[in-house]
C-alpha cells in the first residue's frame, strides 16, 4: 500500500527501467502482487484509450481484458525493446483494431488519418485558440497575457483546477486526448508515446501541441474569468 | 519591441504561438532555438505566453490518473486467476503425459 501511494505521489512520473524488468520477471514467475501492481498502473488509462475508439463501453471494457490476458500469455515473449507498458497499450491497440475489423467497422490509429482528420476541425478553431490580448489581426499583443506563474499554488492547483483539466482532456479528438494524457498526466517519454500509437515525432508534436493549446485556453477562461 | 533589422531574424509573435511546443520539446534546430529564445528576450507578451504553457503542463501533471475501479479490479483478477489455473493445468497435463511416456 506504501509503494502505491509512493507512486501517486509522484504523479506517475516515473518510467524506471529497473522497475519494470523486476515486474516482468515477476510476472512470469506467477506473482499476482505484479501483475495487480500493473493493473494499477495502467488499467485506467488503457481503458479510457479504448473508451476513445470503440463504439461501446462494453466493447472498451472487453477488449481492455482480452489486452491483459494477452500480456499474460505473452510475457515470456517480451523482449524489453520497448518499455513494458508502450507494449501493453500497442497490444491493446492491435486488439481493438482486429476486433473492429472482424466486425467489417474501421477504425483507424494510423497518424495521418488521425493528423488530417484533426487538422480540418482545426484551421477554424485556431483563431478561437490564441491567447487572451493577442491580435490575430495586427499579429502583435494588443495586452499582455496575465503571468499565470504568479498565481499561488493553492488556486493554481485546486481540486477545482485539476477536475477542469481533466474534463477538458476528455473532450479532446480521441488521439490529442491519448497523447496529452500519456505525456502531460502520466508522464510517458515522447519516445513511449510514439511507440505505443504508433506515431511520427512530427505527428506526436502536433497532437500534443493542438492538446496543450485547448487546456491552455481552459485554464485561460478558468484562471482569468469568462469573459473575453 | 527593437529595431526591424534584429526583429527580421527572429520568428513573429504569431509564430513564437504556434512554435511553442516544438521550443518546449527541444525539436528545434540549434538555430531556431536561438532566434525563438531573442524573440522571448524582446517580447514580454509572448515570454508570459510561453511560462502561461509551462504552467499549463505542471497543472496536467497534478491531474493524478484515474484509480483502478474496485469493480475492474474484481474482475481482471478474476481473469489472472482462470489464466493461471489453467496454465497450470496444461503444464501438469504435459507433465502427466511424459510421465507416461517415460514409465515416471
Ligand atoms: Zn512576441
Same mark, same amino acid.
Given at each position: 500500500m506504501a509503494?502505491?501511494? *509512493?507512486?501517486? !505521489?509522484?504523479?506517475?512520473? @516515473? &518510467? /524506471?527501467?529497473e522497475d519494470e524488468e523486476t515486474l516482468v520477471q515477476q510476472? =512470469?514467475? *506467477?506473482? %499476482?502482487?505484479?501483475?495487480? @501492481? !500493473? #493493473?494499477? =498502473?495502467?488499467?485506467a488509462p488503457l481503458l479510457r484509450f479504448l473508451r476513445n475508439y470503440l463504439p461501446t463501453a462494453e466493447l472498451a471494457d472487453d477488449i481492455a481484458q482480452e489486452t491483459w490476458l494477452a500480456v499474460l500469455t505473452g510475457i515470456d515473449r517480451f523482449e524489453a525493446r520497448s518499455s513494458l507498458r508502450t507494449w501493453i497499450f500497442r497490444i491493446g491497440a492491435n486488439r481493438a483494431q482486429t476486433r473492429m475489423r472482424r466486425e467489417g467497422r474501421s477504425v483507424s490509429f494510423s497518424a495521418l488519418e488521425q493528423g488530417s482528420a484533426d487538422h480540418e476541425s482545426d484551421a477554424a478553431d485556431i483563431e478561437q485558440l490564441l491567447p487572451r490580448g493577442f491580435s490575430h489581426d495586427q499579429g502583435r499583443w494588443s495586452s499582455m497575457p496575465a503571468r499565470w506563474e504568479e498565481e499561488p499554488e493553492t488556486r493554481l492547483l485546486s481540486d477545482e483546477t485539476v477536475e477542469l483539466v481533466r474534463e477538458t482532456v476528455q473532450e479532446l479528438p /480521441?488521439?490529442?486526448?491519448?497523447?496529452?494524457?500519456?505525456?502531460?498526466? %502520466? *508522464?510517458? @517519454?515522447?519516445?513511449?508515446?510514439?511507440? &505505443? #500509437?504508433? #506515431? @511520427?515525432?512530427?505527428n506526436q508534436r502536433v497532437l500534443l501541441h493542438r492538446a496543450r493549446m485547448r487546456v491552455r485556453k481552459a485554464l485561460e477562461s478558468h484562471l482569468e474569468g469568462g469573459a473575453q | 519591441m527593437t529595431s526591424q533589422a534584429t526583429m527580421s531574424d527572429?520568428?513573429?509573435c504569431h509564430e513564437v504561438i504556434q512554435l511553442v511546443t516544438d521550443y518546449l520539446e527541444g525539436a528545434m534546430s540549434p538555430d531556431e532555438q536561438e532566434r525563438f529564445r531573442a524573440h522571448l528576450d524582446n517580447c514580454d507578451g509572448c515570454g508570459a505566453y510561453v511560462e502561461q504553457i509551462r504552467t499549463t503542463v505542471r497543472v496536467m501533471g497534478h491531474a493524478t /490518473?484515474?484509480?483502478?475501479? /474496485?469493480?475492474?479490479?474484481?474482475?481482471?483478477?478474476?481473469?489472472? =486467476?482462470?489464466w493461471k489455473a489453467e496454465s497450470a493445468g496444461r503444464h501438469s497435463g504435459l507433465r502427466g503425459k511424459l510421465r507416461k511416456l517415460f514409465g515416471r
Open positions: 509503494q502505491t501511494h *509512493g507512486d501517486q !505521489l509522484a504523479g506517475g512520473h @516515473t &518510467a /524506471p527501467q510476472l =512470469r514467475a *506467477g506473482e %499476482e502482487a505484479a501483475f495487480v @501492481t !500493473l #493493473l494499477e =498502473r495502467h488499467h /480521441p488521439m490529442q486526448a491519448a497523447v496529452i494524457t500519456l505525456r502531460d498526466i %502520466e *508522464g510517458w @517519454t515522447s519516445a513511449e508515446v510514439r511507440e &505505443a #500509437l504508433d #506515431l @511520427t515525432e512530427g | 527572429m520568428p513573429s /490518473p484515474e484509480a483502478l475501479s /474496485p469493480g475492474a479490479r474484481q474482475e481482471l483478477l478474476a481473469v489472472y =486467476r482462470k
